[in-house]
């Protein structure tokens, strides 16, 4: 069973303005999650990760919030750009080992 | 930017053919893995790599996959007698094994079987 979950399968949003994506877990023992994206046909890349003794992590026009409490997941893009639109993924990760991918979610950043 | 880097892009093979498909991982990474993702469907997990072993695969990872690292530079994955379900895009990705297991992945190879 998925311990990492996105509930929203797409997200549409206005350049310029802000994309939440979201992910909830069930795991707490996570050290740290990670946020992808992906072009069609193309390779996940890595955008951004957070420790889990931490809640919030920023780089350049991406950040990333966790309420442990919650046990959520939140990617903030500010500006949104059209370039952005891709398929989000937070992936459960495990140790020195492999990433498992859910369906993400497809952002679409309209000019 | 370091990246990590696959060969071909694209290959057509006929259905019980070898494929063997190349990565060069990241240099100094230490932990390489190939997944993949058939059209419309999600990207999965195939197999890691570490130390010149098989780390751990997935149930897709059968007898007729198998991966090497020939020298100090290259990492393959080969699939001994194709399937037309083996059509897939193949990811290589490599990490250095660091604290938050941060994966890089290569631009894929897309298999097409027929």
């Known amino acids: 069973d998925q311990q990492v979950k996105q509930n929203s399968p797409s997200l549409s949003v206005q350049e310029g303005r802000i994309s939440i994506l979201n992910c909830d877990y069930t795991n707490s023992m996570f050290d740290y999650f990670l946020w992808y994206k992906k072009y069609p046909a193309e390779g996940p890349t890595f955008l951004i990760s957070?420790?889990?003794?931490?809640d919030k992590n920023e780089d350049g026009r991406f950040t990333v919030f966790l309420n442990k409490s919650a046990k959520h997941l939140s990617l903030h893009i500010v500006p949104s750009q059209p370039g952005d639109s891709a398929v989000y993924f937070c992936p459960e990760t495990a140790s020195g080992s492999r990433l498992t991918f859910g369906e993400g979610t497809q952002l679409t950043v309209n000019p | 930017e370091p990246e990590v880097t696959q060969t071909p892009s694209h290959q057509v093979t006929q259905m019980g053919q070898e494929v063997i498909l190349r990565c060069v991982p990241i240099?100094?990474?230490?932990?390489f893995y190939w997944y993949r993702q058939i059209l419309g469907q999600k990207v999965e997990f195939l197999v890691s790599f570490y130390n010149n072993e098989i780390s751990e695969k997935s149930e897709i990872f059968d007898d007729q996959f198998s991966v090497e690292r020939p020298d100090g530079s290259n990492f393959t994955l080969k699939i001994r007698s194709t399937k037309l379900e083996d059509s897939a895009m193949y990811f290589c990705?490599?990490?250095?094994?660091?604290?938050?297991?941060?994966?890089?992945f290569g631009e894929g190879s897309w298999l097409t079987v027929v």
């Open positions: 957070i420790s889990s003794i931490k």
């Open positions: 990705a490599s990490s250095d094994g660091s604290s938050g297991n941060t994966i890089y």
């Open positions: 240099s100094n990474h230490l932990y």
